[in-house]
């Protein structure tokens, strides 16, 4: 079972760290920011959180309007640090140019990250999608093999299909 619980600290820290070391207010200004940063962690806060093991699920603790201890003596305490070095100062969105994607076709959009920055994440975004047709299907989301670009391929055979326009964007760290 712990095992489980370290293979998963990563994941949980960074869906559970960001927005509580932040407060809502600055995730909501980071997120809206021109410049398209979307967090700055503070490395010297440590977190603590329980985990319940029958469903998985993660909550925190010790922290503001959050319980002191674990609410249940099953629930398995632990607790967490940003890394300091190396670690991550700055995450931006970038996006790929708009992809045309007429009925029948397939397309793929390919975005890479500025020098400097690495490649965390990614997904897509549909610039214009008719709300009476159905919508493209999404056939691959995810790293390329060999460029460090995210990709995203889209198909547009379903019946009733009508021209979509989409875009790739990746989140890249500093």
């Keep these: 079972m712990f095992a489980r619980i370290a293979q998963r600290l990563p994941i949980i820290a960074a869906i559970i760290a960001l927005p509580a070391a932040l407060g809502a207010q600055s995730v909501a200004a980071s997120v809206g920011a021109a410049d398209g940063v979307v967090a700055v962690i503070d490395p010297s806060t440590t977190y603590y959180?329980?985990?319940?093991?029958?469903?998985?699920?993660?909550?925190?603790?010790?922290?503001?309007?959050?319980?002191?201890?674990?609410?249940k003596s099953t629930h398995v305490e632990f607790s967490w640090s940003p890394p300091t070095t190396p670690g991550w100062s700055k995450v931006s969105r970038v996006q790929s140019q708009q992809v045309f994607l007429p009925v029948n076709f397939t397309e793929t959009a390919r975005v890479a990250c500025p020098a400097g920055t690495t490649l965390i994440s990614g997904g897509y975004m549909f610039d214009?999608?008719?709300?009476?047709?159905?919508p493209p299907l999404v056939t691959f989301t995810g790293l390329g093999s060999f460029d460090q670009q995210w990709h995203v391929a889209m198909t547009n055979y379903q019946p009733g299909a009508k021209t979509a326009k989409f875009r790739a964007t990746a989140l890249c760290a500093e």
Excluded: E, F, H, M
């Design 49 to 71: 959180a329980c985990y319940v093991p029958g469903s998985g699920t993660v909550y925190r603790i010790k922290a503001a309007n959050t319980p002191a201890a674990c609410t």
């Design 128 to 134: 214009s999608l008719d709300p009476t047709a159905p």
